[in-house]
């Protein structure tokens, strides 16, 4: 159970991921390009959900009954991360 848990937390903290890359990447576009800042923010969306829900669905094939703990701890993951940011990014200013 405890390896359920800290793999969910790791696969939460990987889906963060994609939605701060697709933050840099719409911070770097032009302004005159709206296309390209909603784009990016999709696409980090997208990949971020799929991760998670790729990671899910392995966990349902591999443990069935770890899959209440590692999608809590999923989740967790990714709060904690999307915090901790958050946090950072208003410290350095």
Known sequence: MIAAIVLGAVSGILGFL???MGLRLARKATPTSNLGHAGAL???VLLSFLILVAAFIVCIFVARDLVLPFVLAEVGGLVV????????T???K
């Open 18 to 20: 994609p939605l701060y």
């Open 81 to 88: 991360s999307a915090v901790a940011f958050g946090f950072s």
């Open 42 to 44: 999709l696409l980090g």
């Open 90 to 92: 208003l410290a350095r």
